[in-house]
């Protein structure tokens, strides 16, 4: 009897021991896993569209790198990986582009993929019926015509995107783009299953008839409560992908996911502002900070209808000076950012930051020197300097608001605290372009300086405070030509820094739990990409 | 009574047209637009966002091929913001969500809500009315965005007992926390006018008649005081029967159930000017529908009303 329990014990073990699943080659050998391979995150906001014509949210792109495969993807340190574009040739003028795709590939009806898909896709985000938000992304790719097909001066098929056969695709751009294939990450430049999308119409990214060519499929989308995405069959690297679904949930209130976390029932949450110390301590296997690449900052408004002052460069630079960083990012938010003092995020591949004196000050010299900025501008105690302080309405917002206007009256500034419900703000700033000092953010598009610095050149929509600098407009042009990209960049980054158009306050940090048993999860990518196809559980 | 109805269908109708244009118009007259981000959009492709969506059209124009739209085909359009789904699919996938939790919440308050309320009258100054008092009391002034962490905290975290959240048409244990949270403080309204008026009638003359005629004190509550008890009741349950049934925001928020009381708070957020008409035409037609049912209830309930 002894022994026979024994031997069933033994039994038990092998079973248990043995995985479940044929191990991929994610998988380092001898890894236990789990028999439930499921993976389930947390997400802020509802998906607004899985269409990759028409996204435009970081939430958005996440899901469909699960769902598509285009051109490249990313490993963890953010370099790229061959994804259906197993080669490519590039013209001696640096303009065309020849992409050899996988010729294994598969839709999720059995379609083969092929380069019509993927100009069938830029076209249809380029064209003006589709009004796709992110249209502008094929803009900033330089495709050819790009401009013109966006705003209905040419016809899409001058778009400069051809397929040369079923397996080669051909780019033209209107000028040499350093960071083309690093743009090609992006879900926008995934390929659509062309006969699926004419002949459902708007309705083709639903359950039942969605087909998608990357390592998921879509099973359940319910607005407010869920999206499923389970294994697809067809994918062309199925073998080697071991979680079998993917599930998403929307849950608004941070503590609330936090709580729905600690019960299990999500395996990765965001932690909620200032309390990533008190969960490190708690939980060090799960409590996560990485560099992510987003910037906070206060933007200045230089144009018409700015106030006069910030017009003066000097008061510009003595209320970025007065602003003490290390306060915002080490008492407020505590999540492992870091104090900015470029507008471009510290961890973007490449980006070498110019020598920036004030980074380097004590905290008393940039207080001396702020208050001597001032007088110099002709503000003082009898004539103080009077600004407001715009924001959307959310906690986080209000309580660096509060921080920087008490900053500020150190260095008797006297600021007040616009607060704005998030459509009207978005007005304020962007169409009205009515407010002192507001509060931007920026994440990038690709991982690459220009996503940031092209930003604040003169034409831009995204330029709310209508700085127009000739010289920094010059660098950003020269640099899309320029054999080193990155000296021009670092140029760019001292301009902004020396005539101040924006007060950099923080570069982000992505501060999450994350269930220990999940593996192969990314969690050093700045541009927080990840693939759950190379993601697995393993065993308790 | 036939010719009752009718005339209140009839006043039904101009009624929901006022209500369809006043709130088109009032939503585009508040500052922002559904297409606007933290990335600012370029002219020109705002342009083909507002040529797509018929934002280019004066507003009469709009209104009367919206409410063409609306009648002839009950097509409420598709959303502004959800590229890839209707409005028509939004209120088709949350609305089943939050009739459930809210029908489930209604019957719950009504049954605990008058029962607590009778007992407590009967037996006014007992320590089982002044359980029911406080209680009441105590879950009036718990609002739910309160009360919905408490829960999961003790069922989901505390005693593992319930899911935190999300929903299930198959799994009542997804229902559970929802109709708590939800219900609650209609509970405690119910209690307490039920109590209020109970007492008013078990004081009143017919009510000692009927015990000085001997009837057996069951007999007198059951048939002579309970009807009339029940008249301002019914008159509250109407709108809250309405306003539980298309849901809470916070429930929806909390619990993630995909419910369409999340939908109609974000689509004013979102400016998504197609899902915030059809949410509100559907409050509109249900409210005024309920109204109607309260009446014709009343009508049943209190002669004095029909006659």
């Known amino acids: 009897m002894k022994t026979l329990t024994a031997l069933s014990a033994l039994a038990l073990a092998a079973a248990a021991a043995a995985p479940a699943l044929a191990q991929s080659d994610h998988v380092p050998a001898g890894t236990k896993l789990a028999k439930d391979q499921t993976y389930t995150y947390w997400l802020q906001d509802d998906i607004k569209t899985l269409d990759p014509d028409l996204n435009q949210s970081v939430e958005g792109n996440e899901m469909l790198l699960q769902l598509f495969e285009g051109l490249y993807d990313q490993d963890n340190e953010g370099n790229l990986v061959p ?37 069938y896709g830029w076209q249809r985000v380029a064209n003006p019926k589709t009004a796709s938000e992110y249209a502008y992304y094929i803009q900033l790719m330089n495709l050819e015509n790009a401009d013109d097909v966006v705003n209905g001066k040419k016809p899409v098929t001058d778009l400069g995107v ?95 996911a936090l709580r729905r976390y600690m019960a299990g029932e999500l395996d990765r949450v965001q932690i909620p502002a200032g309390q990533y110390p008190r969960l490190k301590k708690e939980y060090p296997n799960q409590a996560t900070s990485h560099p992510y690449s987003c910037t906070y900052a206060y933007r200045f408004n230089v144009g018409p209808n700015g106030p006069k002052a910030l017009k003066d460069v000097r008061v510009r630079k003595a209320l970025s000076y007065g602003i003490n960083r290390d306060i915002i990012v080490n008492k407020i ?72 206007q008490q900053f500020w009256k150190a260095i008797g500034v006297q600021a007040t605290l616009s607060n ?8 304020k700033l962007n169409k009205e372009h009515d407010f002192d000092v507001a509060r931007v953010g920026w994440c990038a598009d690709y991982n690459e300086p220009s996503t940031y610095l092209d930003v604040n050149v003169s034409w831009s929509d995204q330029n709310s405070g209508q700085w127009d600098n000739a010289e920094y407009d010059k660098v950003m042009k020269d640099s899309t030509t320029a054999k080193d990209p990155q000296a021009d960049y670092t ?50 | 009574m036939i010719v009752y109805i009718l005339k209140r269908l009839a006043v039904a109708i101009p009624t929901l047209l006022v209500l369809i244009i006043v709130s088109y118009m009032l939503m585009h007259f508040a500052p922002g637009n559904p297409f606007s981000s933290e990335r600012a959009v370029s002219p020109e492709i705002m342009k ?54 809210g029908f489930l919440s209604f019957i719950a308050a009504v049954a605990v809500g008058v029962g607590l309320g009778i007992t407590s009258a009967i037996r006014r100054n007992s320590w089982l009315d002044y359980c029911a008092v406080g209680l009441s009391i105590g879950a009036q002034v718990l609002p739910n965005f309160v009360m919905a962490p408490i829960l999961v905290l003790i069922f989901t975290l505390g005693l593992h007992w319930l899911p935190g959240g ?76 309405v306003s539980m049934i298309t849901g809470s925001v916070i429930v929806d928020v909390y619990f993630s159930t995909g419910g369409i009381g999340k939908s109609f708070v974000d689509s004013a957020l979102n400016r998504d000017y197609a899902v915030m008409m059809g949410v509100t035409i559907l409050l509109g037609t249900l409210t005024i529908l309920f109204n109607l049912v309260v009446d ?12």
Do not use: C
Not at chain 1, 352 to 370: C, F, G
């Open chain 1, 162 to 256: 051809k397929a040369l056969d079923d397996h080669t695709l051909q780019v033209t751009l209107s000028k040499p783009t350093a960071f083309f294939r690093e743009m090609l990450t992006n879900a926008t430049t995934f390929p659509v299953p062309e006969k699926v999308v004419k002949k459902y119409g708007d309705d083709w990214t639903k359950p039942e008839h969605m087909v998608t060519d990357g390592a998921y499929t879509l099973k359940t989308w319910d607005i407010g409560a869920k999206i499923v995405m389970v294994k697809s069959d067809t994918y062309w690297d199925a073998k080697n992908t071991t979680l079998t679904q993917v599930t998403a949930i929307p849950i608004q209130d941070t503590d609330q």
């Open chain 1, 333 to 404: 938010l505590k999540g492992g950012q870091k104090p900015a003092y470029t507008w471009t995020h510290w961890d973007t591949a490449g980006f070498k930051a110019p020598d920036i004196p004030y980074a380097k000050w004590s905290e008393a010299e940039r207080m001396k020197k702020a208050k001597a900025l001032l007088k110099e501008a002709g503000y003082g105690p009898d004539h103080p300097l009077k600004l407001s302080i715009t924001y959307n309405t959310s906690s986080d917002h209000k309580k660096i608001a509060i921080a920087v």
């Open chain 1, 420 to 427: 704005y419900e998030w459509k009207v703000y978005l007005d």
């Open chain 2, 48 to 101: 083909n966002l507002d040529a797509k969506y018929g934002l280019n059209l004066p507003l009469w124009e709009q209104i009367v091929h919206y409410l063409w739209q609306v009648v002839a085909h009950f097509d409420f359009g598709p959303s502004f913001v959800y590229k890839d789904r209707t409005v028509n699919d939004i209120i088709a996938q949350g609305f089943p969500v939050t009739l459930t939790y």
């Open chain 2, 296 to 307: 014709i209830l009343y009508a049943w309930i209190d002669p004095k009303i029909r006659y």
């Open chain 2, 166 to 241: 999300g929903w299930s048409f198959h799994d009542p244990r997804f229902w559970i926390l929802p109709v708590i949270a939800l219900s609650t403080s209609y509970m405690a309204s119910i209690t307490r006018i039920t109590r209020s008026s109970m007492l008013d009638v078990l004081g009143s003359n017919h009510i000692r008649t009927a015990r000085a005629k001997g009837l057996p004190n069951r007999k007198v509550i059951l048939r002579h005081a309970l009807k009339p008890a029940l008249v301002p009741v019914v008159s509250y349950l109407g709108p809250a029967f």
């Open chain 1, 491 to 540: 140029k760019a980054s001292k301009i902004l820094a020396d005539d101040m158009p924006l007060a950099p306050i923080y570069a982000y940090a992505k501060a999450d739990m994350i269930n220990p048993h999940i593996k192969g999860i990314f969690t050093k990518n700045v541009m927080n990409y990840w693939y759950a196809k190379d993601m697995y559980r393993t065993a308790k």
């Open chain 1, 83 to 119: 994804a259906l574009a197993v080669s490519y040739d590039l013209s001696a003028d640096k303009k065309v582009y020849t992409f050899h795709l996988r010729k294994e590939a598969k839709w999720s009806n059995g379609d083969p993929v092929t380069a019509q898909d993927f100009v």
